[in-house]
């Protein structure tokens, strides 16, 4: 890693008018691209004290060797200009959102001399306009009714030229679902217009074609044309089918695209409703490593620029309404650039209520469960399973495969309540059934590094036990004979060993304090064929026992998933159960010590006085007034109460549902 003061341009050096830097690594590869509205102040923000920057920024600079910049004109020529740079270098610092391409676009190739209307996954083409995404089926449905109404060619390129070597059309030609003009049916440009008016039709102005239609169909009737004007009724059917398949959400003069985001600590989903005329018109998602150290109005800003920005053809895409989450960095110049891609003024806002803003909130959960899939999808796939932990196992230098893996988390707020969990990934995939949670008192409960020694400690004590328990002693093995019963002590294999099974792999949520902590619990056990790591959240390094450096494996490295995958799972699993100690601890009674006294007969008391106060003002003979209360027992709450109001250890009942006082 290289020093940034060794590259470190002179302050005087530097321009305080707006542009645009660029840091490149020893190789001469741009590595991330920025902009500033003042270079001077935004480059000495990079060098002025390293060790103060934002994790993934410290280690941008560290990665670069030198860095250059280019002064422009205003804060709008800046915005052009980073977005041209990102996008001709793609800086591996930089934020890029990879489109989701989990279900097909109806796609208009306008950019061939004769356009052609096909389904289409995968990168976006340019002098392509896309409408979508639908599900497999729906959009062959609509492909195939609007055809009849705009029959624009769908045919191969291969078919195209057989049809004009040959001077006969397809199929399609035949039946009007094509205008054919392989044959010279109909000229290129009348096919273009036709294709414009697919596009148009597919962008929201379906009132428009079926208007029109009607005013034929009226004029074909009243020429007695009633063949031609069935044509056109069938047509005006096909349209209204394909036009009312989409919802109203809006009113009918609404044009806006609506998007919404849900981000974690390492990437981020983006989704994005197309409204025209009121309807949904298409779905459009993206999945984001957050490489760069980007607040959300960043990534908006990163967002619309790689939207508007990717295709030459903004004009009729860009709606007069772009609702966000929060408004985006930059907002003036967005807002100027995105009027002039579109040729009209362009509205970028946050709506606060109405339909709008539940439109927004469908959004955001259409982004969560995007999430969601994504990272299901990359732990599920057995490849991706399989490459992550050949790569751990080659990172870590470890000589056995990585078959389970066992993660740890300490769970506290403020030294109270500590827990711990225990999650575990056998084959890449988590197995439920052996997660473990460990409640932590005393001495050990006084910090991280004593927790998790004392968690590691109780762990692979039970393991020891249970692997003496079902090991056979030394001597001969007997044999029973077929059809013998197995003995007990072989049905103790099952579900009472549950620590028999160790891992090859420890890794604990921290860094190398944790790690020594972790190592030294198992070699006081004697325990040496378990290997430790810990997983420091700061730079996502991996540290060893003992190591004065941590393993840094590459942000795109599928073991480096995995592990953050383990280490996110174990983290919920102790918060979780963190949460659920410390409700029980809220909630706790003056009657919960009383001996004898049970839950029936505590409800039993509070439902003949009424609280915790008329219990107290009570005699013992009072007390057994109640159901199940005898006098031994009832003699036995005085005492307890009478005890617990002396040493001042009483405290009050917490209703967590309402947060009411439970004593009055």
């Known amino acids: 890693m290289a020093d940034p003061a060794s590259y470190r341009p002179q302050t005087g050096e530097i321009p305080t008018t707006p542009g645009v830097y660029r840091f490149r690594d020893p190789h001469g590869r741009v590595i991330y691209v920025g902009k500033a509205k003042n270079l001077r102040s935004r480059l000495n923000s990079y060098f002025a004290n390293p060790a103060g920057l934002l994790p993934k920024t410290y280690a941008m600079v560290h990665a670069a060797s030198s860095v250059e910049w280019t002064m422009v004109g205003s804060e709008l020529e800046s915005l052009q200009l980073e977005y041209t740079w990102i996008k001709e270098f793609k800086p591996r610092f930089n934020v890029v959102f990879r489109d989701d391409k989990t279900y097909p676009y109806l796609a208009v190739s306008m950019g061939e001399k004769l356009p052609r209307v096909q389904v289409m996954r995968g990168e976006r083409r340019k002098g392509t306009r896309y409408f979508g995404p639908y599900t497999a089926g729906a959009i062959r449905e609509t492909m195939d009714t609007l055809l009849r109404v705009f029959p ?66 009226g004029a074909a009737v009243a020429e007695l044309d009633y063949e031609r004007a ?23 003069d609404t044009d806006a695209d ?70 985006p960095s930059n907002h003036h110049e967005l807002l100027e650039w995105l009027g002039g891609l579109r040729g009209a003024k362009v509205d970028i806002r946050v709506p606060q209520r109405g339909d709008k803003a539940a439109l927004m909130s469908t959004v955001r959960e259409n982004a969560e469960q995007a999430l969601k899939l994504h990272k299901v999808r990359r732990a599920g796939d057995i490849t991706v399973r399989s490459q992550a932990l050949q790569e751990l196992q080659e990172a870590l230098e470890l000589p056995v495969p990585l078959l389970r893996i066992e993660c740890y988390d300490i769970s506290h707020v403020q030294g109270t309540n500590v827990v711990a969990s225990m999650v575990v990934v056998e084959d890449g995939l988590p197995k439920k059934a052996d997660y473990r949670k460990f409640s932590i008192t005393g001495a050990a409960a006084t910090d991280d590094t004593a927790a998790m020694h004392d968690v590691l400690t109780r762990r692979f004590r039970h393991y020891l036990q249970d692997k003496s328990a079902q090991l056979p002693k030394s001597g001969e093995v007997p044999n029973p004979g077929a059809g013998e019963p197995p003995s007990e002590d072989a049905a103790l294999t099952g579900a009472k060993a549950k620590f028999a099974y160790p891992p090859n792999l420890v890794v604990v949520d921290g860094g190398q304090p944790q790690v020594n902590a972790a190592a030294r619990a198992l070699a006081e056990l004697g325990i040496d064929d378990v290997y430790v790591v810990g997983l420091a959240k700061r730079l996502e390094e991996v540290w060893l026992p003992n190591s004065d450096f941590p393993v840094i494996l590459p942000r795109t490295s599928q073991g480096l998933y995995l592990l953050q995958r383990i280490r996110d799972e174990a983290h919920r699993f102790a ?28 409800k039993a008391l509070v439902a003949h006085f009424g609280s915790l106060k008329k219990i107290k003002a009570a005699t013992a003979l009072e007390l057994t007034a109640a159901k199940g209360i005898g006098p031994a027992l009832a003699e036995a709450v005085v005492n307890h109460l009478a005890a617990a109001g002396a040493s001042g250890e009483a405290a009050p009942a917490v209703n967590m549902t309402t947060g009411e006082i439970l004593e009055i």
């Open 258 to 327: 609506v998007f919404a985001l849900h981000e974690d600590d390492l990437e981020a989903s983006v989704q994005v409703f197309h409204v025209r005329g009121g309807r949904v018109r298409g779905q459009r998602g993206w999945v984001v490593e957050k490489v760069e150290d980007a607040t959300t109005p960043e990534l908006i800003e990163h967002l619309l620029q790689q939207v508007y920005g990717e295709d030459s053809d903004n004009q009729g895409r860009i709606p007069r309404e772009v609702l966000v989450p929060e408004i």
């Open 152 to 217: 624009v060619r769908s045919c191969s390129p291969g078919v195209l030229k057989r049809a004009q070597a040959s001077g006969r059309p397809c199929l399609l030609g035949y039946i009007d679902k094509c205008s054919a003009p392989c044959v010279g049916r109909v000229t290129a440009e009348e096919h273009r217009a036709i294709a414009e008016d697919f596009c148009s039709f597919m962008g929201g102005e379906a009132k428009r074609f079926i208007t029109r239609l009607e005013k034929d169909m």
């Open 575 to 602: 918060i979780t159960f963190h949460r659920q100690k410390r409700g029980k601890a809220m909630t706790v009674s003056a009657l919960d010590g009383v001996p004898g006294l049970g839950e029936a007969k505590r």
């Open 230 to 252: 069935a044509r056109i009724r069938d047509d005006i059917v096909a349209l209204r089918k394909v036009f009312e398949r989409n919802a109203v959400v809006l009113s009918e």
